[in-house]
């Protein structure tokens, strides 16, 4: 992604490793904030997710067996793009079709 002129940041809760380039949120304004500046956000199915697309940002979401009509309410038209492998865990989603699905993604 950043070789296609995207700056990456990543957001992690209280306590768990930060890796480089890990954004320091302290409450949910300042993520919401964030989110909204940032017009895109790439995750898995969460409530950050959720606020994300509340500040009017795009998602891309990664999915494990939660059902997507149900937890993903929002248009692919608007933006929001569901990610989920044939198996339903999330953890089959392989890096090269994350991968081209955000490149996708990102050129809407």
Known sequence: LKKKGKRCAFVVAPGEESPPG?????????LAAACARAGEVLGNDSGPRHLA????????????PETLR????????????????????????QVGDVLSQ???????
């Not at 149900?70 to 339903?88: I, N």
């Open 53 to 64: 697309a509340a500040a009017g940002a795009r998602t891309l979401t990664l999915f494990g």
């Open 22 to 30: 890990s954004l320091r949120i302290r409450g949910l304004l300042d």
């Open 102 to 108: 955000a490149l996708k993604w990102i050129k809407k």
């Open 70 to 93: 149900e937890w993903h309410p929002y248009e692919a038209r608007s933006g929001h793009v569901a990610l989920q492998s044939g198996s339903g865990h999330i953890t089959d989603l």
